[in-house]
């Protein structure tokens, strides 16, 4: 049942993208920055924790789970050393994960003819 939820989880996430790109003028871009705040949103109302319990892990593949990381990660830091450590915390928790999305799209782009 696990893989039923997680496939249904990630399919309406991309449901719910594909519906916007096709009919709204915005760019994956936006899509994109819209679902990072939607899942810091889901975050803060503690919403997301209930689709980690409903899908697993599938709630760390697609790009709402950064969102939730952004906000987590921003809101310990807050309660540990107040506001500089909303900043600190941010920086240490994420950095991982941005540096390993900037180190594969540049060995892709080797690989692959970006189009312009």
Do not use: R
């Amino acid at each position: 049942m696990t893989y039923i939820n997680a496939f249904i989880f990630v399919g309406i996430v991309c449901l719910i993208g594909q519906i916007i790109l096709d009919n709204t003028n915005l760019t994956p871009g936006h899509i994109t920055s819209l679902f990072v705040c939607l899942g810091a949103l889901l975050s803060f109302c503690d919403i997301y924790e209930k689709l980690i319990a409903f899908a697993g892990a599938a709630t760390s593949i697609p790009i709402l789970s950064f969102g939730n990381l952004l906000f987590s990660s921003g809101w310990n830091g807050f309660h540990s050393d107040g506001i500089l450590g909303i900043f600190s915390n941010l920086l240490s928790t994420t950095s991982a994960g941005i540096c390993a999305t900037v180190i594969f799209s540049f060995i892709l782009s080797i690989f692959f003819k970006p189009q312009d």
